[in-house]
């Protein structure tokens, strides 16, 4: 099983062969891939899965991409998911359509698949910064997820792996609630069965290591809904 933080990228192409074709390569690069075949498999599939990224083709059977992306983006939970739209039309009046219907960006066929590895990473650099290798800071505290290590107030803290998921997950929205279920699909992923317990046993971890040298405990319990960041 991929380790659990890794992004989940949906590739929705009706095309069998780019479809897989896409997939090999966003698995090579160490994402967890989702496949879809039409707009209504994406649909569904969106609503169980919580993607960090889609790709998407226009022309789909059914549902078309560019409805997919309209209902995607109407959607508060899922509207801040970027979204890649793939197509064969390349005149200026479609990719304008393309991006006002939402599409954050948008590929013209044939593509060069080292350039999309390029966006696919940009985006997610946006949304899973620390998921790519990135740097994150939240008060004093600074995640470096390249190096694996956390830093508060200068000092280094020491973190198990998933007090250091745990506190990436946080640390890229701070001030979001996230459940219980949340956070166990997050960072212990849906492949396995973990007693929600077990998110409060790490989460006093966390707010152990995050206090050790002082200052304040930066994770808030919300009553009946979860914990956040702030």
Known sequence: ????????????????????????????????????????????????????????????????GIEVCRQVKSKSDT?????????????????VRGLETGADDYVVKPYSIVELMARIRAQLRRVRPAAVGGTLEFG??????????????GEVLKLGPT?????????EKPGRVWSREQLLDRVWGRDIYVDTRTVDVHIGRLRKALCRHGGEDPVRTVRGAGYALG
């Not at 994406?42 to 022309?59: C, G």
């Not at 998921?165 to 640390?171: D, E, K, Q, S, V």
């Open 1 to 64: 099983m991929a380790a659990p933080e890794l992004p989940v990228v949906l590739v929705v192409e009706d095309e069998p062969a780019q479809r897989e074709v896409l997939a090999y390569n966003l698995e090579a690069e160490g994402f967890r891939v989702a496949r879809a075949e039409n707009g209504e498999e994406a649909l569904l599939l969106i609503e169980e899965e919580t993607p960090d990224l889609i790709v998407l083709d226009w022309m789909l059977p059914s549902v078309s």
């Open 79 to 95: 509207r801040g998911i970027p979204i890649i739209m793939l197509s064969a039309r390349s005149e200026e009046v479609d990719r």
């Open 140 to 153: 004093d505290i600074r995640l470096d997820a390249e190096s694996h290590r956390v830093y508060r107030a």
């Open 163 to 171: 007090e250091f998921r745990l506190l990436a997950t946080f640390m």
